[in-house]
């Protein structure tokens, strides 16, 4: 059960950080010069979840527009929203299983 809750709470890290790489390219989609940044998520220790933040042409500097297309970002937004929300509400499950688990017990 443990193991199940480590798992939905090291993924909610990761969605969050999502949303917060999102947001960041969203800011700065106006901004000349600016290269988005992805999130890559991957199995971490112990089955959760690591992200890898990924800088897309960092080492590209140029004076063009941004490379952020905001449609895209919207999804991506959306996607990390409700993925976040099924975490939360894979742990409430497993919250009230243990607590039928304990009331059983008794």
């Not at 990924?54 to 590209?60: D, I, L, T, Y």
């Not at 937004?77 to 919250?95: F, P, V």
Request: without cysteine; glycine residues 8%.
């Amino acid at each position: 059960m443990i193991d199940g809750i480590f798992a939905a709470s090291s993924a909610l890290n990761a969605f969050s950080k999502k949303v917060a790489v999102v947001s960041n390219n969203v800011a700065n989609m106006n901004t000349d010069g600016y290269k988005k940044s992805r999130t890559i998520l991957e199995e971490g220790q112990n089955g959760g979840v690591g992200v890898l933040i990924h800088e897309e042409g960092a080492n590209v500097r140029t004076e063009d527009n941004s490379n952020v297309d905001l449609a895209e970002e919207t999804v991506n937004m959306i996607l990390a929203q409700r993925a976040y929300e099924a975490n939360i509400k894979s742990i409430e499950a497993q919250n009230e299983l243990e607590g039928t688990i304990v009331d059983i017990l008794k």
